[in-house]
């Protein structure tokens, strides 16, 4: 049973280690909310006030509440995420074997912080593509116990190392996940035959592919003296999702509300399943059903685009402009950027400082230094790919796309209830 919001998250996290597993939960979070699965390929036969999900590649879904009011003259309600986050991802033909350790070559996925991946429990989990009984057949695997380490240099043998190195990714990170016999010959496909047999029951599974990301074993925790942080891997961005699922299921059905959660935003969501993809689209489309309700739909909506925001750090204040320096556990971040890093205009910024206040939720801003660069959002790409309203916000992290980063208790409270507020609120900009 879940009693509190942080629980739920500390839960969520543990079951999704990877993008196709974030999925998979938040289905199962839908399917028991009585949510129907809809198949892209069938004709969909929807009914008033209906509640549906369609899931693309296994790792985005778009969750659908119909409401009792018409969606293109109230607007649809959209939340939006990412499943996905930074992290080391094994290789087609991963196999090493250097001096009798064998270990797997990686690719780095996004814009991974490199350093803390050093001396972690590290584990394994994604899909498996593979022929059994001549069809065939995927299956999400998670290794869960840990498997895996990528061992540091000691600091007698680099005694330069703390006044920093570049980490080279070829080199420097293969994990190391045993220790070799003269017998070893077993490859890393039939590593997976073998984990397809202990979690799905499946023998003699010809291994094909796959897509897999090493995570870190460590589960989140809430922590410090009064509980005030959540630590852990892929706050970014599956606290967002978390938030976003949780606001959804406790919200009214007046009104017409979506929650999107992509895949590939870290690498740019450009991806038939991503943000800068068709699926949001398509689907909207054939829910509205012609051109000039799509059109005058947009025109009525809004989407929150929620992502993580920057902290700041009591050790590194200076990497903050001074007067935008957000606080953990003060309320959601608006995130504003005058080169459209961010989607937030001044209209839909008031909506939703208006909302926070009728809500009774902090709110703050976060603009980046100007001698600095700036990340981006989904927010952006979907604002151009539909021509919808879009605010950016999200809770303030520390540690972004470390292996584990720390996040506020309170505020997934507050962006929860902000989120249930806009799914709730009777009219948009």
Same mark, same amino acid.
């Given at each position: 049973m879940v009693n509190t919001p942080s629980q739920g998250l500390l839960d969520f996290l543990h079951a999704s280690p990877s993008p196709f597993h974030a999925t998979q939960s938040l289905c199962q979070a839908l399917q028991a909310a009585g949510y129907q699965a809809l198949d892209e390929r069938e004709t969909w036969q929807l009914q008033p006030q209906g509640r549906y999900y369609i899931t693309r590649n296994d790792s985005s879904i778009i969750?659908?509440?119909?409401? +009792? @009011?018409?969606?293109?003259?109230?607007?649809?309600?959209?939340?939006?995420? =990412? $499943? *996905?986050?930074?992290?080391?991802?094994?290789?087609?033909?991963?196999?090493? !074997?250097? =001096?009798?350790?064998? +270990?797997?070559?990686?690719?780095?996925?996004?814009?991974?912080?490199?350093?803390?991946?050093?001396?972690?429990? #590290?584990?394994?989990?994604?899909?498996? $593509?593979?022929?059994?009984?001549?069809?065939?057949?995927?299956?999400?695997?998670?290794?869960?116990q840990a498997i895996a380490s990528i061992p540091s240099l000691a600091i007698h043998l680099h005694r330069e190392a703390n006044n920093g190195w570049a980490i080279n990714a070829q080199t420097e990170l293969p994990p190391i996940l045993a220790q070799l016999q003269d017998d070893d010959s077993q490859g890393f496909r039939a590593l997976l035959a073998e984990q397809l047999q202990r979690e799905h029951s499946i023998n003699d599974a010809n291994v094909l592919d796959y897509e897999l990301c090493f995570y870190d074993s460590q589960p989140a925790a809430l922590i410090g003296l009064k509980?005030?942080?959540?630590?852990?891997?892929?706050? *970014?961005?599956?606290?967002?999702?978390?938030?976003?699922?949780?606001?959804?299921?406790?919200? *009214?059905?007046?009104?017409? +509300?979506? #929650?999107?959660?992509?895949?590939?935003?870290?690498?740019?969501?450009? !991806?038939?399943?991503?943000?800068?993809?068709?699926?949001?689209?398509?689907?909207?489309?054939?829910?509205?059903?012609?051109?000039?309700?799509?059109?005058?739909?947009?025109?009525?909506? #809004? #989407?929150?685009?929620? @992502?993580?925001?920057?902290?700041? =750090?009591?050790?590194?204040?200076?990497?903050? *402009?001074?007067? =935008?320096?957000?606080?953990?556990?003060?309320?959601?971040?608006?995130?504003?950027?005058?080169?459209?890093?961010?989607?937030? $205009?001044?209209?839909?910024? !008031?909506?939703?400082?208006?909302?926070c206040q009728q809500a009774e939720v902090p709110v703050q801003s976060f603009v980046t230094r100007s001698d600095l660069g700036c990340g981006s959002t989904i927010g952006p790409i979907t604002a151009s790919q539909l021509g919808i309203q879009t605010i950016d916000i999200g809770v303030p992290t520390f540690a972004m796309h470390s292996i584990r980063e720390l996040a506020g208790s309170k505020d997934l409270s507050y962006l929860i209830t902000a989120l249930q507020a806009f799914y709730s609120s009777a009219t948009l900009p």
């Open positions: 969750a659908i509440q119909l409401g +009792q @009011d018409d969606p293109v003259e109230q607007g649809i309600r959209m939340v939006g995420a =990412h $499943t *996905d986050s930074p992290c080391l991802k094994v290789k087609p033909q991963p196999e090493l !074997s250097r =001096h009798g350790y064998w +270990q797997l070559g990686v690719e780095v996925y996004g814009g991974v912080l490199l350093g803390p991946w050093f001396d972690r429990d #590290l584990s394994l989990a994604g899909r498996v $593509t593979f022929k059994h009984n001549e069809q065939l057949h995927s299956r999400l695997v998670d290794f869960k509980q005030d942080f959540i630590a852990g891997a892929r706050l *970014d961005n599956l606290l967002s999702c978390y938030a976003g699922l949780q606001a959804l299921l406790n919200s *009214d059905a007046q009104h017409t +509300q979506v #929650l999107v959660c992509t895949d590939h935003e870290e690498v740019g969501s450009n !991806s038939a399943c991503g943000a800068d993809g068709p699926f949001l689209e398509q689907v909207l489309r054939r829910i509205l059903g012609s051109e000039e309700a799509f059109v005058r739909c947009i025109q009525h909506s #809004l #989407l929150i685009s929620a @992502d993580n925001a920057h902290g700041i =750090h009591p050790n590194y204040a200076d990497k903050h *402009d001074s007067n =935008h320096g957000p606080l953990l556990n003060k309320g959601p971040v608006i995130k504003v950027n005058a080169n459209q890093r961010y989607a937030t $205009t001044s209209e839909t910024s !008031s909506f939703f400082k208006l909302l």
